[in-house]
């Protein structure tokens, strides 16, 4: 039963029916690095077009697909699963587990947003990818012709439920899973960070679920919840949306915080300062940022005293945002900062993302938003929360943790030249925006007129992108000359926490034995008090591990099928398509598989935390 | 820690007082059972019987209905336990934030404007 050993697999096999949480976390990172890279293009042709006064680069039509795929593409399949990635590979790390609470469940989740993702972007190549924007507002999103929107509904619906099943699996596997002596208060940052965002996951996925299916059924079985001639309401999507949109945006900048927390830590040779402090502005952020959607909806006319407590709502949340903010800069104070590139984007990030959260502010007054709404200056805050906190983020965790996934460090040198170009650009494409949205230029429209002002600035806005296109061409460069450089991955940047306890690349079953946590930064703490390394709080023993499954790819590839055949009205395609799925969850419930065991010998023989 | 093969069939009798324990548990979850059927049924009598007048009818019921979620949570998925503090906390966060946003939803979506 538990104790066979599993047969040797390919190499293609094993990252396919891998359930181990490292591997997931890898697979994670590289396709929302692909999304990522793609979103990234469809970004600059955009900017392209809108270089020059009505240039015809692009028809309108392309242009809205463009505009869409952008924004859809970069929430749910680049930051997020970037984000997953890092979550995937380091809390478990962090908290001294073996894997995640349910491993199964949690390749599930990986494989459902890669088959969304898959499905999204098929739309190109079959006559139009959506165009209704991200937010895919009805009726533009219900009324649009084609199958564009259909492939968002499907794409995200498929995408959404390997999310939640993934912040289910994080919210039990940091309930359950953590190693002795780590209590809540003495969990990492980023673990930290990682409970909240799952939390906001939960919650705030099924009205997304909810809206987009209700779009179904009005785009596709003639529905009518939507359409205002039937008694529908439009505003019902608005308000689903940003019931889940907001969230959503704390879902994409709390990871990041997190990050930062311990990349700044980790650079400042210091203890974060005011850590309780943290995690309690962490849960009011994600708790304030549900009730505070409404703010999206200013013009829609709810009236001035629903706007009024919206806006007050809104500003609220600067106040946690604020404390986080003043920890960091305390953090730093008086440490021995190191500049590595992790670090840079920690301390670019600190600016960037006050610029995004005072023009935040300034949107959050309502009276102030009729004149700000559907501009670039709105365009110009999100990209600055965003690409300043989330992309910033993302980059400092690549930095940071690129030694312990990938076993080599990337370059410094090169990594301090993308730095440079990706900050320089990123203030060039979007500082300006500011000024082009509070001249009038409104968003979402693929072309602007000559001799109104506009030239000068949106023609600087463009070159900022080419900046960051290139300064994403030197990461990819330097990923790729950096292989080389594995001495010294163990720990290179005198870890606090316990994914440096690890061996680079990290063990199959992470920790030889399970850690004593003796304190916050319990890697450090024994640096200091002990002898270095993390005491053991059981004996040495066989370790139970999952067996690998192929059934994943089979679920998801059922749903996908049968989004197909919902996107294509065809009853026989959807049916087949279910039955694959459910068919392949009966395996799953019906096959025995009680993991196999590593034996001590085979342990000892290379010990996972020795160094 | 050993590894334990989770499918072993469990060994032994248990003790006293484990089996007062059960024998306890037991007699709750029959009581409540016993009190949610009687909410039901009164709850149904409320909208069959014609001598309740509607407008008291509605809130009544949906009294009862929350008693009944109460009650199904805590003695019949058993969230009193120990150790099911998160679970609370969760359950609740997400009642409340529902509940929030349901109220909102129905004051923001109507006619008036506010």
């Keep these: ?611 | 820690m050993a590894h334990v093969d989770p499918s072993a069939p469990l060994e032994g009798r248990p003790s006293k007082e484990t089996e007062r324990k059960l024998k306890r548990e037991s007699r709750t979850q029959i009581v409540s059972f016993v009190f949610m059927i009687f909410i039901t049924s009164t709850a149904f009598l409320t909208i069959a019987s014609d001598a309740i007048p509607t407008g008291f009818a509605i809130p009544f019921i949906l009294l009862l209905a929350a008693v009944q979620v109460v009650m199904q949570l805590y003695y019949f998925m058993h969230m009193n336990g120990k150790g099911t503090g998160w679970v609370n906390a969760m359950i609740w966060s997400g009642l409340f934030v529902a509940a929030m946003t349901v109220a909102a939803l129905m004051l923001l979506i109507g006619i008036v404007k506010y």
């Excluded at chain 1, 940091?174 to 780590?182: D, K, L, Q, S, Y």
């Excluded at chain 1, 179904?216 to 001639?229: C, K, S, Y």
């Excluded at chain 1, 290179?492 to 990290?506: C, F, I, M, Q, Y």
């Design chain 1, 1 to 611: 039963m538990a104790n066979s050993s599993p047969a040797k697999k390919s190499v293609l096999w094993d990252w396919l029916t891998t359930v181990d949480h490292k591997k997931i976390g890898i697979m994670y990172f590289l396709a929302g690095l692909f999304f990522f890279a793609v979103a990234g293009l469809e970004a600059i042709l955009m900017r392209i077009q809108l270089m020059f006064p009505e240039m015809s680069f692009l028809g309108e039509q392309t242009y809205n697909e463009l505009l869409t795929m952008h924004g859809t593409t970069m929430l749910f399949l680049a930051a997020m699963p970037l984000f997953f990635g890092f979550m995937n590979f380091v809390v478990p790390l962090q908290i001294g587990a073996r894997d995640v609470a349910f491993p199964f469940i949690n390749s599930l989740g990986f494989w459902l947003f890669l088959f969304g993702g898959i499905i999204l972007n098929v739309s190109w190549f079959t006559g139009g990818a959506p165009d209704a924007a991200w937010t895919s507002y009805v009726p533009l999103s219900s009324d649009s012709p084609g199958h564009g929107v259909d492939y968002y509904v499907m794409g995200l619906q498929v995408s959404g439920a390997g999310t939640l099943m993934s912040g289910i699996n994080f919210l039990v596997t940091i309930v359950n899973m953590r190693a002795p002596g780590m209590s809540m208060m003495r969990m990492p940052l980023f673990t930290w960070s990682t409970f909240v965002t799952s939390m906001l996951i939960l919650f705030a996925f099924p009205a997304l679920t909810v809206g987009l299916l209700l779009l179904m059924l009005d785009r596709i079985f003639g529905g009518a919840f939507f359409d205002v001639a039937m008694g529908g309401n439009v505003v019902i999507w608005q308000h689903l949306f940003w019931i889940f949109g907001h969230p959503e945006v704390y879902i994409l900048i709390l990871p990041a915080f997190g990050i930062f927390s311990e990349v700044i830590s980790t650079f400042a040779k210091k203890r974060l300062f005011g850590y309780s402090a943290m995690v309690f502005a962490t849960l009011i952020i994600g708790f304030l940022g549900f009730m505070v959607w409404a703010h999206h909806m200013f013009t829609v006319g709810m009236g001035p005293v629903a706007n009024a407590i919206f806006a007050v709502a809104t500003m609220a949340i600067a106040v946690p945002t604020g404390i986080k903010i003043f920890n960091w800069l305390l953090t730093l104070w008086g440490g021995r900062i190191r500049f590595t590139v992790a670090n840079l984007f920690a301390l670019a990030f600190i600016p960037s993302f006050v610029m995004g959260g005072v023009t935040g502010v300034m949107l959050a007054t309502s009276a102030a938003n009729y004149q700000f709404h559907d501009t670039y200056f709105v365009v110009a805050h999100f990209h600055y929360v965003i690409i300043g906190g989330s992309v910033f983020g993302i980059f400092a965790g690549t930095f940071y943790w690129w030694p312990k996934m990938f076993g080599y460090r990337l370059s410094e040198a090169w990594g301090k030249w993308f730095f440079w170009l990706f900050l320089i650009g990123f203030h060039m494409t979007f500082f300006v925006q500011h000024f082009l949205g509070l001249m009038g230029m409104p968003r979402r429209v693929a072309s602007y007129l000559d001799g109104q002002n506009l030239n000068d600035l949106n023609f600087i806005s463009t070159m900022g992108a080419f900046f960051m296109g290139t300064a994403f061409i030197l990461l990819v460069i330097n990923v790729l000359i950096s292989r080389k450089n594995t001495e010294n991955t163990d720990d290179p940047w005198d870890g606090r926490t316990l994914e440096w306890a690890t061996t680079s690349p990290v063990q199959e079953y992470n920790f030889a034995q399970t850690p004593l946590v003796r304190d916050l930064d319990a890697l450090f703490y024994e640096k200091m008090n002990g002898d270095g390394r993390m005491k053991a709080a059981e004996p040495l023993g066989d370790i139970h591990m999952p067996n690998g499954s192929i059934l994943p790819i089979f679920i998801a590839l059922g749903l996908s099928i049968a989004s197909f055949g919902v996107i294509y009205y065809s009853w026989p395609v959807i049916i087949g398509g279910l039955v694959v799925t459910f068919f392949t969850m009966m395996l799953r419930s019906v096959i025995e598989d009680h993991g196999y065991n590593i034996p001590v010998s085979e342990i000892t023989g290379e010990k996972g935390e020795d160094k």
